[in-house]
């Protein structure tokens, strides 16, 4: 009896003490991880730091560009001092990369080289591109979208999904995503502006899908796939939300877009 209690001691000091082996292990690995996630971000944002402090625009739209990047630059850094997780780490190198997406666009802005090209985006790319000049007045506010910059539209977004929908990478007369990213949801006649501005456009999805929050390969074809997407929506329509998500609790990371004044019933 004596014996088999002594062995039994035995079994039990060797599985708690491999227990004990094993959870360190993973502490360990879990350390490790986020190390590397954040030393990754880290690069990231130390490469769009360097852009934005040597970069100074020398027209409207590039001024604009580097606008916004610096103010990616900003919340990146805010996201990396707070994350505690390699998910989040991985959300600050998002943030990072939409930043110099904009700093490409600022060098493309005054004919510069635009630079080496950066990861490619699914969602990004799936959201499409403006591939024409669209003049349009919605709801007494006149709107524009081209493929390049100018004077009249010096606002540049480099494509994703902002609050569930696709916005086509491009360049606007004004920023009339930015009230959706803030809010989180697209208000009243937002389905009407991308109806206008977008319809029939090669590579944009179908306002019918957009509306759905639908973006699949076939969406892209444009305006000549009709209502095709519309059914496609299901529960896809906030797959993705906000780039802000995440751990950090929702809703633009970024912050501090301010006031946009009047988007016209936005």
């Known amino acids: 009896m004596m014996g088999e209690a002594g062995l039994l001691i035995i079994v039990l000091v060797v599985v708690v003490l491999g227990g004990f082996y094993l959870a360190n292990q993973r502490s360990t690995q879990r ?27 020398t027209n409207e739209a590039s001024k604009q560009a580097i606008a916004d990047a610096s103010e990616r630059y900003t919340a990146a850094g805010s996201q990396l001092e707070q994350a505690q997780t390699a998910h989040q780490a991985r959300l600050v190198i998002d943030t990072a990369l939409e930043g110099l997406y904009y700093v490409r666009a600022a060098r493309t802005a005054m004919g510069l080289d635009p630079g080496p090209e950066l990861p490619q985006d699914r969602e990004r790319e799936r959201a499409g591109a403006v591939t024409e000049h669209r003049s349009v007045d919605v709801e007494g506010k006149h709107y524009e979208a081209s493929p390049e910059p100018d004077d009249r539209t010096p606002y540049y977004y480099p494509g994703g999904r902002v609050a569930g929908r696709a916005v086509p990478r491009g360049w606007y007369s004004e920023p009339w ?6 809010a989180g949801a697209w208000g009243f006649g937002s389905m009407m502006l991308f109806s206008a501005m977008f319809s029939g456009m090669a ?20 305006g000549d796939m009709g209502d095709a997407g519309g059914d496609m929506g299901g529960d896809m329509g906030d797959a993705g939300g906000d780039f802000g998500g995440g751990d950090f609790g929702g809703g633009d990371w970024g912050g501090g877009f301010g006031d946009f004044g009047d988007f016209g019933g936005f």
């Open 203 to 222: 590579g944009v999805a179908s306002p019918a899908a957009w509306e759905a929050g639908a973006m699949s390969d076939a969406d892209m074809a444009g």
């Open 177 to 182: 995503w930015k009230p959706a990213l803030v």
């Open 31 to 57: 350390r490790t991880e986020i190390e590397d996630a954040k030393a990754e971000a880290r690069r990231w944002v130390e490469r769009l730091g360097g852009q934005v402090l040597n970069l100074t625009g």
